[in-house]
């Protein structure tokens, strides 16, 4: 099946900044809305962010909104998840993942996105 391919995670130390990169076949992905999730460990997989298709509107949970930005270059068929003032809960393994829904009702759910990447481990330390 289709398969996501992330990169650029790696050890960090608090405030610094990393960008994660998530490939995606050209065939499907401008047809789908990207996601970002993390899961640290001992605890379940939560919502990052969301990108609609088009990259007009973004969705971001609480704790990372003003620190990272997500955003998509549908020519590169890339998604991108930019990391600023990093925090040691922020350390987590992150998941890309496309969807073929819309809106933030859906797109905070990890059962409505139909591909998934491998995770890259993000590790900030204190």
């Known amino acids: 099946q289709v398969q996501l391919v992330e990169s650029g995670g790696g050890l960090v130390q608090a405030g610094g900044s990393l960008r994660l990169s998530c490939a995606a076949p050209g065939s499907i992905f401008t047809q789908y809305a990207m996601g970002w999730f993390r899961q640290a460990p001992g605890k379940d997989r939560e919502f990052v962010a969301a990108i609609r298709r088009s990259g007009a509107i973004t969705y971001y949970t609480d704790p990372v909104k003003g620190r990272f930005t997500i955003s998509r270059d549908n020519a590169k068929n890339t998604v991108y998840l930019q990391m600023n003032s990093l925090k040691p809960e922020d350390t987590a393994v992150y998941y890309c993942?496309?969807?073929?829904?819309?809106?933030?009702?859906?797109?905070?759910?990890?059962?409505?996105?139909?591909?998934w990447g491998q995770g890259t481990q993000v590790a900030v330390s204190s």
């Open positions: 993942a496309a969807s073929d829904c819309s809106g933030l009702g859906c797109l905070r759910l990890m059962l409505k996105y139909n591909y």
